[in-house]
Nanobody
Framework: QVQFAESGGGLVQPGGSLRLSCAAS????????MVWYRQAPGKQREFIAQ???????YYSDSVKGRFTISRDNAKNTLYLDMNSLIPDDTAVYYC???????WGQGTQVTVSS
């Protein structure tokens, strides 16, 4: 069974940048479509970015032009580069596959001055 471990979150000022990582266990990572989600306090978990096994990417309107999803299949790792961060980006960020597999712990991102 594939498991995911997110890392790289932290406290950042508005306008700043962060890079999140998602390490996947197992040997099927390169075949998976991978997705980043986030969940803000009091809100439902939302889709923000997706990358297919072939490298095609999709973004929610809320992050398009600011966030970049990428993957390194040799390292079984998914990335999310986040730029021009705003307070509304504050959330716990999770990675997963499509269809959804087991959830990791997530990584907290807080955007505040």
């Amino acid at each position: 069974q594939v498991q995911f471990a997110e890392s790289g979150g932290g406290l950042v000022q508005p306008g700043g940048s962060l890079r999140l990582s998602c390490a996947a266990s197992g040997s099927i990572f390169s075949h998976l479509t991978m997705v980043w989600y986030r969940q803000a306090p009091g809100k439902q978990r939302e889709f923000i970015a997706q990358i297919t096994h072939g490298g095609t990417t999709y973004y929610s309107d809320s992050v398009k032009g600011r966030f970049t999803i990428s993957r390194d299949n040799a390292k079984n790792t998914l990335y999310l580069d986040m730029n021009s961060l705003i307070p509304d980006d504050t959330a716990v960020y999770y990675c997963n596959a499509l269809p959804v597999l087991g959830w990791g712990q997530g990584t907290q991102v807080t955007v505040s001055s």
